[in-house]
């Protein structure tokens, strides 16, 4: 699916957010972990439909208010076959809602995720290979939030950080960027750098990702991850979305 389609559904909403799903077990709720181990009993069963009664509850309250949703693949692939399970039912549930749906992957074979049919993450420092997803759109990852991943990454490649070179070729190839670090900076130079590229923001609050948008508040789009663990997420979504309306208005 095209990020054309992406940024209509943005205009739709109004709100250039999607929730952001990357659960940790020992976060969820203690009950709902509690009654799929009795159901279950301990292992990856009981987590694994522990993540798809939490990722259902969560797609429902999004899918009124958020243009799109992004899982973090490994958040599931770590129980096995059942999470593989899950993490399938829970794109198509997604799909299902009207949600756009990225797949935090970070894979640089688009076969290891075209088979779950959402658009992708992918590892850019593999190549322009990474981006060959036929109709599928490719979001590269550029920018990270790992602590070491200025190590690598703000490396000099001529007069310019290596992010900055991978930004610039990875848009000549048609990708999407993520800039994951929350740093407006950071954000300012990806867009300086290639200004009419969409770019993916997640771990970053509405005054850091203005430089991302033009004047109509088109052109990017935060993820939240802070909503998965919301106590009443059909109230914490809006709230949300409310807030960053303070910083970027679509029209």
Known sequence: MSVTDLQQRIRQKKT????????EPEKLSPKILKN???MFGPGSMAEAEALRYHGTTLLDAAAETLPAVMLHGASYLRCGMMGADVLSNLISAAHAKGLYVILGIGAEEPALWQGYGADATVDPYMGSDCCDAGEQAVFALVRTCNKSGGEVQRLMAGDR????AVADQMARHGAS?????????DIRDVR???????????ECDGENAVPAFDEYGHGAML????LQYAEEPAQAVPAAAQLLKQWVTVV
């Open 16 to 23: 250039p957010l999607a929730l952001g799903l990357r659960p």
């Open 36 to 38: 799929f181990t009795d």
């Open 161 to 164: 950080p290596l992010y900055l």
């Open 177 to 185: 960027l993520v800039v994951g670090t929350g740093y407006r900076l």
């Open 192 to 202: 300086r750098q290639c200004p009419k590229s969409f770019l993916l923001l997640p």
């Open 223 to 226: 993820v939240d991850f802070d």
